[in-house]
C-alpha cells in the first residue's frame, strides 16, 4: 500500500491534500494479492526485479497492491547469440484479485526483431526514452541500496552510473577530440543535470531527517514513469503571462530550468514535483497581474508562509 508523508501537518492547506490522496487510493484502478513473473525468449532472461515487492521464489514476484501509479523495473541480461532477422518475445503475466473480489490474469507479449546495429543507434534514441531509462535505473538501484549502504557510498554509485554511460559514448562513439573537451550525446545531454539533482535530494542528503529518507526510499522504489524526472527535478513554469501565445497552442508554458537567472522579480512562478506545488510570488509584480490571478492589490496582502528547508 502506499505512503503518504505530511511534514510538518499544517491544519490551513493539509486537509485538502488529504482528502484528494485518499480518494485517489480509494477509487483509483488497482488489484491485490497479485504475483508477476517476467519471461524471456531463448538469449535473454530475466536478471533482477526492482520495486516494493515480496519475492519468495526466484521467478515471482508477490504484489499486496498493484495501481496505475506504481512501476516494476526488469533487468535483463542477453547470454546468448541472437541471429539477425529472428525475433525475440518477452511476455509479463500478473495474476492478482480485482476490487469485486475476482481473481484475473493479465498477460502482455512484446515480440521485437532483432538486428545488428552499432552503438551509436542506442545513444540516437529519442531522448526521453533514453534519459528515463537511465534515470529509472539509478533511481531503482538507490532506493534498493540506501536501506543498507552508506549513503556516500551511494551517491558514488549514482554518479559512476552516470559517468560510465558517458564514457562508453566518447570511447565508442565519438569522434576524435581532445581530451578535456566535455562530450554529451544530444540524448544524454541532461542526464549530468538529473544525476545531481538525483545527488543532492532528500533521499541521498546526510543530512535528512529518517521519516523523509523512509519516504522517499518507498516513493521512488515504485515510481511512475511520469512522475519519476520531475519529482527530483522539479518542473517550473511562469503563471503571469498566461495569456501569451504558446507554441502549439498548448495551454501551459514551457518549463523553466530551475536557476535564478530564469526567475524575476517581476514575475509569479509555480514548482511542482508531482507531490507537492509552490507559488513563487515576485516582490515586483504588477498589481493588474496579482487582481487577476490571486484577487488582491498587492504583494503585502499575500499571507506569509515559512517553508522548512
Not at 47 to 59: A, E, H, L, S, W
Not at 219 to 246: E, G, Q, T, W
Request: glycine content about 4%.
Amino acid at each position: 500500500m502506499p505512503v503518504y508523508y505530511y511534514y510538518p501537518f499544517s491544519a490551513l492547506p493539509d486537509p485538502a491534500k488529504l482528502y484528494n490522496d485518499l480518494r485517489w487510493n480509494i477509487t483509483r484502478p488497482q488489484g491485490f494479492e497479485a504475483v508477476m513473473r517476467v519471461r524471456c525468449s531463448q538469449g535473454i532472461q530475466v536478471q533482477d526485479y526492482y520495486g516494493n515487492f515480496c519475492k519468495r521464489i526466484p521467478t515471482d514476484i508477490d504484489l499486496p497492491a498493484i495501481d496505475c501509479n506504481k512501476a516494476i523495473m526488469v533487468t535483463l541480461k542477453h547470454d546468448d547469440k541472437l541471429q539477425d532477422g529472428s525475433e525475440c518475445a518477452f511476455q509479463c503475466a500478473l495474476l492478482y484479485t480485482t476490487v469485486y473480489g475476482q481473481r484475473r490474469i493479465r498477460v502482455t507479449t512484446l515480440s521485437l526483431p532483432c538486428t545488428n546495429c552499432l552503438l551509436l543507434s542506442c545513444f540516437s534514441l529519442p531522448e526521453l526514452t533514453i534519459i528515463l531509462f537511465l534515470f529509472l535505473t539509478t533511481l531503482f538501484v538507490a532506493a534498493n541500496e540506501i536501506p543498507s549502504t552508506p549513503l556516500v557510498n551511494v551517491r558514488e554509485q549514482m554518479m559512476n552510473l552516470c559517468v560510465n554511460a558517458l564514457v562508453s559514448y566518447r570511447k565508442f562513439c565519438a569522434t576524435v577530440s581532445s581530451s578535456g573537451q566535455l562530450i554529451l550525446p544530444e540524448a544524454l545531454k541532461l542526464l549530468p543535470l538529473y544525476t545531481l539533482a538525483l545527488i543532492k535530494s532528500t533521499g541521498l542528503r546526510n543530512d535528512g531527517r529518517i521519516d523523509d529518507r523512509s519516504f522517499w526510499i518507498t516513493y521512488v522504489s515504485s515510481v511512475s514513469i511520469p512522475l519519476a524526472v520531475p519529482f527530483v527535478y522539479p518542473r517550473m513554469v511562469a503563471i503571469h503571462d498566461l495569456d501569451s501565445k504558446v507554441e502549439g497552442g498548448s495551454p501551459i508554458p514551457p518549463f523553466l530550468p530551475l536557476s535564478s537567472e530564469h526567475v524575476s522579480d517581476e514575475g509569479i512562478y509555480l514548482l511542482e514535483n508531482g507531490e507537492d506545488a509552490l507559488i513563487y510570488i515576485g516582490s515586483s509584480v504588477d498589481s493588474n497581474i496579482l487582481r487577476q490571478l490571486l484577487g488582491i492589490n498587492s504583494v503585502e496582502e499575500i499571507p506569509t508562509q515559512v517553508i522548512p528547508s
